[in-house]
């Protein structure tokens, strides 16, 4: 189970944290990754990181501006998203997998963010 919280409605250049809680599974094993869903569009990964190493990941647009972490204490993955823009615009998906390249087995329901100009 994936939970995905944290979005909402911020004015361009300005910053938010999404969490993605996580539970059922064993996370110091799992990669979790983000995926954003524009309006209209398929859904792109964003960024990952792999709970076994720390290793993390990012799409050129976002990397400088977006920072993914773990916290394995809570079982939960953040991502910290700052200097937003409006076409940071979608709903913001965490799902799980063994790899970065392969983490689609567990999805949450999603979070809306709203980047204005």
């Known amino acids: 189970h994936l939970e995905e919280s944290g979005g909402g409605l911020v004015q361009a250049g300005g910053s938010l944290r999404l969490s993605c809680a996580t539970s059922?599974?064993?996370?110091?094993?799992?990669?979790i990754g983000w995926f954003r869903q524009a309006p209209g569009k398929g859904r792109d990964a964003v960024s990952c990181i792999d709970n076994k190493d720390g290793t993390t990941r990012y799409v050129p647009d976002v990397r400088g501006r977006f920072t993914v972490s773990s916290d394995n204490a809570k079982d939960t993955v953040y991502l910290q998203m700052d200097d937003l823009k409006p076409e940071d615009t979608g709903v913001y998906y965490c799902?799980?997998?063994?790899?970065?390249?392969?983490?689609?087995?567990?999805w949450g329901h999603g979070t809306q963010v709203t980047v204005s100009s």
């Open positions: 799902s799980a997998g063994i790899l970065c390249t392969q983490v689609d087995k567990y």
């Open positions: 059922g599974f064993a996370f110091g094993d799992y990669a």
